[in-house]
């Protein structure tokens, strides 16, 4: 009836969220996942919801009351989409297990089991008669399904890389599917013909829709754009483009005296420090920048990206020297690259991401290792200052010691209950420090293999962590804003800030000490001194409407005073 919306989110709260569309109001929170929520959908009749968890869990919600009604173990891996049929009476769910599976929904009883593709399952969707489902994913074709016998009939190629998202017309005569090339392809559903293909997205497409109308497509993309499509000319028709420029990485140079920065909008900025100024923006990548690192000697800058490919960019002269891609992709990689960094000598990279794997890389010659030993994805990879060992922290809530000589996995330290998102060595690479979604920071003895303290007090999973190079204490960033300072000795939080309005997503510290950089979703930068706590810099990339005065301005409903001020104007209440 068009009157709710249901939202999920990968922020790992496992919140899901009920609104009121006419009123902009949250009506419910859904808090009975334990992970990250990949897809939600409501029942044809509207009265019910299904969700797909990194729990590898549905559950079924009363979206009136926002009760759960029942949870399935559903796959053996990551439930990344689930969808109705027309009629309502089959849940369709697709898996990173490579399955899709059929529920009966008066009885949560899998009635079927579809196997053959050869990867993960991205995206399902019923034909309006209930006999197929499409199904797309990570092995970059569209594969359509007999619901009745389980049999893949037929399979649509022409996608080059992963396929995220697919979409079939209110007619089934029209499918529609968004990739990571970015490109979105319109087919015949009956012949397989790919009808045409749009090219106009400079991002990854993250999903994709039809109209009413069975002719017009809309698709979004990681720009945060929003494109019309003819489906049967593949013409854009209409651009839509939306705003918000979170920080993903800071990082703080060797002297202490720039900082780099990566954003939601694919540029890499560095600052500098005692100004404040803007120096340069670094424009090569096409994907989302999961995370900047300089080199040891500061003269450099590796970034790694969902696009696929690692980028070192020279600091003065600001242009890219080397791009590192997998020459076979479908041998050693699938999806984005999450963590990059530097060996103390500069000589080598390590990068992690969607694959599982850890690489090693030769900046030089570009040749690369791969260590495979995760079961799940690579959040944060860290050379130890003893130059012999690297750390690895994964979603499969483990951290692993390898050995950079032999690529053996050394040890596995185990007590996290949830994704492990950041670890970091301390000076002299004895210690470790982790931080996870199950909301603690760890301190581990390397040499033992053995959890030395449990740090609790961070509200939300925790993102970044830190040793400050003095070895006196530890810092850690959280989904709560806050900035954390914990005594090593004690594991006593020393000092707490309520630093971002937002999930604080990277933090680095100065060389002394003294001060600590952070970077939020909130879309600022800010430097904070140490001992007094206090912030002593907010950096910001200029919004659309920065600064403008729009108080006293006649017309402007409430919604059109909040986006106005999301994009920066200023709005004095008292006048």
Same mark, same amino acid.
């Given at each position: 009836?068009?009157?709710?919306?249901?939202?999920?989110?990968?922020?790992?709260?496992?919140?899901?969220?009920?609104?009121?569309?006419?009123?902009?109001?949250?009506?419910?929170?859904?808090?009975?996942?334990?992970?990250?929520?990949?897809?939600?959908?409501?029942?044809?009749?509207?009265?019910?919801?299904?969700?797909?968890?990194?729990?590898?869990?549905?559950?079924?919600?009363?979206?009136?009351?926002?009760?759960?009604?029942?949870?399935?173990? =559903?796959?053996?891996?990551?439930?990344?989409?689930?969808?109705?049929?027309?009629?309502?009476?089959?849940?369709?769910?697709?898996?990173?297990?490579?399955?899709?599976? &059929?529920?009966?929904?008066?009885?949560?009883?899998?009635?079927?089991?579809?196997?053959?593709?050869?990867?993960? $399952?991205?995206?399902?969707?019923?034909?309006?008669?209930?006999?197929?489902?499409?199904?797309?994913?990570?092995?970059?074709?569209?594969?359509?399904?007999?619901?009745?016998?389980?049999?893949?009939?037929?399979? /649509?190629?022409?996608?080059?890389?992963?396929?995220?998202? /697919?979409?079939?017309?209110?007619?089934?005569?029209?499918?529609?599917?968004?990739?990571?090339?970015?490109?979105?392809?319109?087919?015949?559903?009956?012949?397989?013909?790919? /009808?045409?293909?749009?090219?106009? +997205?400079?991002?990854?497409?993250?999903?994709?829709?039809?109209?009413?109308?069975?002719?017009?497509?809309?698709?979004?993309?990681?720009?945060?754009?929003?494109?019309?499509?003819?489906?049967?000319?593949?013409?854009?028709?209409?651009?839509?483009?939306?705003?918000?420029?979170?920080?993903?990485?800071? =990082?703080?140079?060797?002297?202490?005296?720039? $900082?780099?920065?990566? +954003?939601?909008?694919?540029?890499?900025?560095?600052?500098?420090?005692?100004?404040?100024?803007?120096?340069?923006? !670094?424009?090569?990548?096409?994907?989302?920048?999961?995370?900047?690192?300089?080199?040891?000697?500061?003269?450099?800058?590796?970034?790694?990206?969902?696009?696929?490919?690692?980028?070192?960019?020279?600091?003065?002269?600001?242009?890219?020297?080397?791009?590192?891609?997998?020459?076979?992709?479908?041998?050693?990689?699938?999806?984005?690259?999450?963590?990059?960094?530097?060996?103390?000598?500069?000589?080598?990279?390590?990068?992690?991401?969607?694959?599982?794997?850890?690489?090693?890389?030769?900046?030089?010659?570009?040749?690369?290792?791969?260590?495979?030993?995760?079961?799940?994805?690579?959040?944060?990879?860290?050379?130890?200052?003893?130059?012999?060992?690297?750390?690895?922290?994964?979603?499969?809530?483990?951290?692993?010691?390898?050995?950079?000589?032999?690529?053996?996995?050394?040890?596995?330290?185990?007590?996290?209950?949830?994704?492990?998102?950041?670890?970091?060595?301390?000076?002299?690479?004895?210690?470790?420090?982790?931080?996870?979604?199950?909301?603690?920071?760890?301190?581990?003895?390397?040499?033992?293999?053995?959890?030395?303290?449990? &740090?609790?007090?961070?509200?939300? !999973?925790?993102?970044?962590?830190?040793?400050?190079?003095?070895?006196?204490?530890? $810092?850690?960033?959280?989904?709560?804003?806050?900035?954390?300072?914990?005594?090593?000795?004690?594991?006593?939080? !020393?000092?707490?800030?309520?630093?971002?309005?937002? +999930?604080?997503?990277? &933090?680095?510290?100065?060389?002394?000490?003294?001060?600590?950089?952070?970077?939020?979703?909130?879309?600022?930068?800010?430097?904070?001194?140490?001992?007094?706590?206090?912030?002593?810099?907010?950096?910001?990339?200029?919004?659309?409407?920065?600064?403008?005065?729009?108080?006293?301005?006649?017309?402007?409903?409430? =919604?059109?005073?909040?986006?106005?001020?999301?994009?920066?104007?200023?709005?004095?209440?008292?006048?």
């Amino acid at each position: 009836d068009g009157e709710k919306l249901v939202s999920s989110s990968i922020d790992g709260t496992g919140i899901i969220k009920i609104w009121d569309v006419g009123t902009g109001r949250c009506i419910h929170n859904l808090r009975e996942h334990t992970g990250w929520i990949w897809s939600v959908t409501f029942s044809p009749d509207g009265q019910t919801i299904a969700s797909g968890c990194n729990d590898n869990t549905i559950k079924i919600w009363n979206a009136n009351t926002g009760e759960c009604l029942q949870t399935i173990a =559903a796959h053996n891996a990551w439930v990344l989409s689930v969808t109705f049929s027309v009629d309502g009476k089959i849940l369709a769910s697709g898996s990173y297990d490579k399955t899709i599976k &059929l529920w009966d929904v008066e009885t949560w009883n899998c009635i079927r089991t579809f196997t053959g593709s050869e990867d993960a $399952i991205w995206s399902v969707a019923f034909t309006p008669d209930g006999e197929k489902i499409a199904s797309c994913g990570f092995e970059k074709i569209i594969r359509l399904w007999n619901v009745k016998t389980g049999e893949c009939y037929q399979k /649509l190629a022409g996608h080059k890389k992963e396929i995220k998202m /697919l979409a079939v017309s209110n007619d089934g005569k029209t499918l529609a599917s968004g990739c990571f090339e970015p490109a979105v392809k319109f087919w015949d559903a009956e012949t397989g013909e790919c /009808l045409a293909t749009g090219k106009e +997205h400079q991002a990854p497409i993250r999903t994709i829709a039809f109209c009413s109308d069975n002719k017009t497509v809309a698709t979004g993309d990681n720009d945060q754009i929003i494109k019309l499509w003819d489906a049967q000319t593949g013409k854009c028709v209409k651009t839509f483009q939306g705003y918000t420029n979170s920080v993903w990485s800071v =990082a703080l140079s060797p002297d202490g005296k720039q $900082i780099a920065s990566s +954003h939601l909008d694919a540029v890499i900025r560095l600052w500098d420090v005692e100004t404040g100024e803007c120096l340069q923006n !670094l424009r090569g990548h096409i994907g989302l920048i999961w995370a900047v690192v300089f080199s040891p000697d500061g003269t450099q800058i590796a970034s790694c990206s969902d696009d696929e490919s690692i980028m070192v960019w020279d600091v003065n002269a600001g242009c890219c020297r080397q791009t590192f891609r997998y020459p076979n992709p479908t041998e050693h990689y699938q999806g984005g690259i999450w963590t990059v960094a530097f060996s103390y000598c500069g000589q080598f990279l390590a990068s992690g991401g969607q694959d599982a794997t850890v690489k090693i890389w030769d900046i030089n010659t570009g040749n690369y290792r791969v260590w495979q030993g995760h079961q799940s994805w690579v959040w944060r990879v860290e050379f130890n200052p003893d130059g012999k060992t690297l750390a690895s922290g994964s979603d499969d809530h483990t951290i692993k010691i390898w050995d950079i000589q032999t690529g053996e996995c050394m040890q596995t330290l185990q007590g996290h209950t949830n994704n492990v998102r950041s670890i970091a060595f301390s000076t002299d690479g004895q210690f470790l420090v982790s931080g996870s979604e199950d909301s603690k920071v760890k301190l581990w003895d390397v040499r033992m293999g053995v959890c030395e303290k449990t &740090l609790h007090g961070h509200q939300g !999973l925790v993102w970044p962590v830190k040793f400050a190079p003095n070895g006196k204490f530890v $810092i850690s960033g959280g989904q709560d804003g806050t900035l954390r300072f914990w005594d090593i000795s004690t594991g006593e939080c !020393l000092k707490i800030s309520e630093a971002h309005n937002d +999930h604080i997503s990277s &933090l680095d510290c100065s060389r002394n000490s003294r001060m600590v950089i952070t970077g939020s979703l909130d879309e600022t930068i800010k430097c904070w001194d140490v001992e007094s706590g206090d912030c002593l810099k907010t950096l910001r990339v200029p919004r659309p409407y920065e600064g403008m005065n729009i108080t006293g301005v006649k017309g402007l409903t409430d =919604a059109h005073l909040e986006m106005l001020k999301t994009l920066g104007a200023v709005f004095n209440q008292e006048n």
